[in-house]
T-cell receptor, first 119, second 111 residues
């Protein structure tokens, strides 16, 4: 099946700094990528939808100026948490759908997640 | 997107069959039902997807009654490694669009 990777797998940063998380589709072209956030013992919460070459669409309550999403290529999307604070500490997960060999992917593939800890 | 309701938790023993039922009373005509599995500190993993009747793959079976207002994920002969959170999702065009995750069912398999 299709593979989605994330980098880094975990990151610790100081309050006030910015952190960038990468999401890559390794063997297919990701026309759409999604970003989720998951707090401990809670479900995944969709943050935004990103189509290649377009501005991301953010879910209600998600600050677009704080969570910058870039999807400049068909294999890479980035999420930048700007001026991170301890309450931004969470597990960030991306997913992707797209095409492989001309055929649409039949499911949404998730990355392994990135654990962000803000001190 | 249709809302789903699942039991918060379930316990089972190794070797048993586990059935997790999900209610989705407001499912739309073009909605598909998809189940994901998630281990701690990992991204969700696709298990199975269906539209109606029964779907089976090498991992699980999905039973969907005629009215499609519920579905049951069946895991045959579970092992300790099946301990995870299982999410039932309902979305149009399968699961290639926006997904809204519910609370999921935490399955604990005991020896």
């Amino acid at each position: 099946g299709a593979v989605v990777s994330q980098h880094p797998s975990w990151v610790i940063c100081k309050s006030g700094t910015s952190v960038k998380i990468e999401c890559r589709s390794l063997d297919f072209q990701a026309t759409t990528m999604f970003w989720y956030r998951q707090f401990p013992k809670q479900s995944l919460m969709l943050m935004a939808t990103s189509n290649e070459g377009s501005k991301a669409t953010y879910e209600q309550g998600v600050e677009k100026d704080k969570f910058l999403i870039n999807h400049a290529s068909l294999t890479l999307s980035t999420l930048t948490v700007t001026s991170a604070h301890p309450e931004d500490s969470s597990f960030y997960i991306c997913s992707a759908v797209g095409t492989s060999g001309g055929a649409s992917t039949d499911t949404q593939y998730f990355g392994p997640g990135t654990r962000l800890t803000v001190l | 997107l249709a809302k789903t309701t699942q039991p918060i938790s379930m316990d089972s023993y190794e070797g048993q069959e586990v059935n997790i039922t999900c209610s989705h009373n407001n499912i739309a005509t073009n909605d598909y039902i998809t189940w994901y599995q998630q281990f701690p500190s990992q991204g969700p993993r696709f298990i199975i997807q269906g539209y109606k009747t029964k779907v089976t793959n090498e991992v699980a079976s999905l039973f969907i009654p005629a009215d499609r207002k519920s579905s049951t994920l069946s895991l045959p002969r579970v092992s300790l490694s099946d301990t995870a959170v299982y999410y039932c999702l309902v979305a149009p065009s399968g699961n290639t669009g926006k997904l809204i995750f519910g609370q999921g069912t935490t399955l604990q398999v005991k020896p």
